[in-house]
């Protein structure tokens, strides 16, 4: 099984979006090569410190990506398939793994199946590769039959996995990917209403990929086990991230901590996939209510337990919000180039720091202090700890903290902010300035 080794840091990209595709396939027009805006993004991901690209839908489709009408072909609005291995190739000699999406639960309205069945109806050989097919009544968008939507939306019709040939043909989709663009693995779209007998066989089609579970409720263990799947989208960190700096209350993103890392937390073995925004979502940017809670924000994401990702932009700041219809102003075209600032700056530190801390990457979890906008924790693994401190106050703190015994009399170096000295005075250290809206990783040895 390729595991992704624990010091890793995904970048996001939605490429339809960030490469100015158009909106609609027109499913007549020559292909047009915006993969290679890749080799400037994978120019600006090494520098910043990612090694992983979670690349958003790529293959033919109506609209937004997750409406496939054909899972062997890139989407023309993007290139070809000599596009995408290319491009592939190019990161992976800078050190980039790339992470492809899969939508394996539904397909769009243009895929050969559901238009053969428009077409032939009860003839159809595929009326029962999508579930609920019914001739007795007409769809939400008037066809001459209705079925079950994901989530509602009728342009996304879902499969029928319990049809053998459905299952078939889906991993043979994802087995043409591995062999034919060598990514290192695959990003499950709806995942947590896949089957667990469809992950298992995906598993086994594809032993060697590394696979990541779209999970936005439920127990991520039940998805993230070695049968199925290796991790699972963090939804319940990324809520806490910002609702915990909106409601200036670290109580909450402490107790979630402690509920999923702390000694007996439930995801202590897990490396799950941790996020601040997606294309799913309001941008991180606009999702808070003080812009400079940013800050601190980040350096939770960089520092606690788990892989943090970056979605194309954010970490300059990008505003976005979804419309009440679609979802394109969060998924702005956006250059490499305009990533400027003061905030990237900071996040390209946090990067830097957690690749060199190996505490930071597989350390245990232990709170040391939490109140309304101070919250402290402790990383360890072997002799390394890391003590982060982050404060969402606008004025800087003093903070006292109470160390475990292991850490008694040592001497402690900021290695976030010009490698200060902290000396812990038995059991106690002393942070005598913590500034408002950022923090310190203290690192003793």
Not at 61 to 67: C, E, L, M, R, V
């Amino acid at each position: 099984m390729n595991r992704l080794k624990p010091d890793t840091f995904f970048y996001h990209i939605y490429p339809l979006g960030a490469f100015g595709a158009p909106k609609k396939n027109d499913f007549t027009s020559s292909p047009e090569d915006r993969l290679k805006a890749l080799y400037e993004w994978g120019n600006y991901m090494a520098d910043a410190g990612a090694d992983a690209l979670y690349l958003g839908p790529v293959f033919e489709s109506s609209a937004h990506g997750y409406d496939t009408a054909d899972y062997f072909k890139v989407d023309r609005r993007l290139g070809t398939n000599e596009s995408l291995k290319r491009e592939i190739e190019n990161l992976r000699q800078k050190g980039i793994s790339v992470v492809l999406d899969a939508v394996f639960n539904h397909c769009g309205r243009d895929s050969f199946i559901f238009r053969d069945i428009l077409e032939k109806g009860k003839e159809s050989e595929y009326k029962d590769w999508i579930k609920g097919v019914d001739f007795s009544r007409r769809s939400m968008l008037n066809d001459p039959f209705t079925y079950s939507a994901w989530n509602g939306c009728f342009d996304l019709a879902e499969y029928n996995h319990d049809n053998p040939y459905v299952t078939e043909y889906l991993l043979k989709a994802a087995e043409f990917w591995m062999n034919e663009f060598k990514p290192a693995g695959l990003r499950l779209d709806a995942a947590d209403v896949l089957s667990r007998d469809f992950m298992a066989k995906l598993r086994r089609k594809i032993p060697d990929a590394w696979l990541l579970g779209e999970v936005i409720h439920g127990d991520y263990r039940k998805w993230a086990c070695n049968e199925n799947l290796d991790s699972a989208t963090n939804y319940e960190l990324y809520k806490g991230l910002y609702s915990s700096h909106n409601d200036a209350n670290y109580f909450e993103i402490a107790y979630l901590l402690n509920r999923q890392f702390g000694e007996n937390g439930i995801y202590k073995n897990l490396q799950l996939y941790n996020f601040a925004d997606n294309h799913d979502v309001n941008r991180i940017g606009s999702a808070l209510n003080c812009f400079h809670d940013i800050y601190p924000l980040y350096l939770l994401l960089f520092t606690v337990p788990g892989m943090p990702s970056i979605y194309y932009g954010s970490e300059s700041g990008v505003p976005g919000k979804k419309g009440a219809s679609d979802d394109y102003g969060i998924r702005q075209q956006i250059n490499p180039w305009q990533i400027k600032g003061d905030l990237a700056r900071e996040v390209k530190k946090l990067a830097e720091v957690r690749k060199k801390i190996r505490s930071l990457q597989e350390g245990n979890y232990t709170q040391l202090h939490v109140n309304h906008r101070q919250f402290a924790f402790m990383r360890t693994v072997e002799n390394q700890s890391a003590v982060v401190a982050v404060n969402s106050d606008t004025n800087p703190v003093k903070l006292t903290l109470n160390l475990p015994q292991y850490c008694w009399d040592k001497k402690f170096y900021d290695v976030l902010n010009k490698d200060e000295v902290f000396n812990a005075k038995g059991r106690v250290l002393e942070i005598d300035r913590l500034w408002g809206k950022w923090g310190r990783v203290l690192v003793c040895e």
